[in-house]
């Protein structure tokens, strides 16, 4: 068993300046160089934290079934208090059927595996409440604008959930072996910009919206014919 905690924490922050209409000399290439009058430099910060605590507990009987269980909370600076802290479950279930069986060299090894698994992910930062982006000011006068994203309060965050199923046989004393799994994925409640009317004020709109579905199978072999 265990028990732990990790805290993630993210910080960016740029300046960034062109020139306007281009160099006035080329190949030179500097600020100064500017044809026309520099705009004021853009500046980001940003700041995110992703604060989580996790256990997990493993069981073994009698050398053959192998329960694995997990809980993981993690609480996301980027979406909405109301929204903010979620738990994601995992659980897995091994059994090593060949344990139970006569001792063969034809057959040398065997597993059935059994899996669940939950995890999640946050919103984009800066994505919950509309800001204003200030501009270069116009005749002594403050400029700002609004962002042709519309934010959005209410975001919860993306969940995937994944549910897998495998085989494992090993054969002639590891000599030849195969595995095959069978899985499935669902991401739940993207976080995704979908496009409004511009008669909003807006292009676009974040969201939590879609189900995506991966699934698939593997299928893996190996032969060592000297061992």
Same mark, same amino acid.
């Given at each position: 068993?265990?028990?732990?905690?990790? !805290?993630?924490?993210?910080?960016? +922050? +740029?300046?960034?300046?062109?020139?306007? =209409?281009?160099?006035?000399?080329? =190949?030179?290439?500097?600020? &100064?160089?500017?044809?026309?009058?520099?705009?004021?430099?853009?500046? &980001?910060? $940003?700041?995110?934290?992703?604060?989580?605590?996790?256990? *997990?507990?493993?069981?073994?009987?009698?050398?053959?079934? !192998?329960?694995?269980? #997990?809980?993981?909370?993690?609480?996301?600076? #980027?979406?909405?208090?109301?929204?903010?802290?979620?738990?994601?479950?995992?659980?897995?279930?091994?059994?090593?059927?060949?344990?139970?069986?006569?001792?063969?060299?034809?057959?040398?090894?065997? *597993?059935?595996?059994?899996?669940?698994?939950?995890?999640?992910? =946050?919103?984009?930062?800066? $994505?919950?409440?509309?800001?204003?982006?200030?501009?270069?000011?116009?005749?002594?006068?403050?400029?700002? &604008?609004? +962002?042709?994203?519309?934010?959005?309060?209410?975001?919860?965050?993306?969940? #995937?959930?994944?549910?897998?199923?495998?085989?494992?046989?090993?054969?002639?004393?590891?000599?030849?072996?195969?595995?095959?799994?069978?899985?499935?994925?669902?991401?739940?409640?993207? !976080?995704?910009?979908?496009?409004?009317?511009?008669? #909003?004020?807006?292009?676009?709109?974040?969201?939590?919206?879609?189900?995506?579905?991966?699934? =698939?199978?593997?299928?893996?072999?190996?032969?060592?014919? !000297?061992?």
């Amino acid at each position: 068993a265990l028990v732990g905690t990790n !805290i993630r924490k993210n910080t960016i +922050s +740029s300046i960034r300046a062109t020139t306007n =209409g281009g160099l006035s000399v080329p =190949g030179v290439y500097a600020l &100064s160089n500017s044809k026309n009058a520099l705009n004021a430099p853009s500046e &980001s910060y $940003s700041q995110s934290e992703v604060d989580g605590v996790f256990g *997990k507990v493993g069981l073994v009987y009698d050398n053959w079934i !192998i329960l694995d269980g #997990t809980a993981r909370r993690d609480v996301f600076s #980027t979406l909405p208090k109301a929204n903010n802290a979620y738990y994601y479950p995992a659980a897995s279930l091994g059994l090593i059927f060949t344990e139970k069986l006569a001792k063969s060299d034809l057959v040398t090894f065997g *597993k059935l595996r059994f899996n669940y698994a939950e995890v999640g992910n =946050g919103a984009p930062v800066l $994505s919950l409440y509309d800001t204003y982006t200030l501009q270069p000011a116009f005749n002594g006068q403050t400029v700002a &604008s609004n +962002s042709t994203n519309k934010n959005n309060p209410d975001l919860k965050p993306e969940r #995937t959930k994944s549910l897998e199923a495998g085989l494992e046989m090993r054969f002639l004393k590891n000599r030849l072996g195969f595995d095959v799994t069978v899985y499935k994925m669902n991401t739940v409640d993207q !976080i995704l910009l979908a496009s409004v009317s511009r008669a #909003t004020g807006f292009n676009n709109k974040y969201i939590n919206a879609g189900d995506v579905e991966n699934k =698939g199978v593997e299928v893996s072999m190996f032969i060592r014919p !000297i061992h």
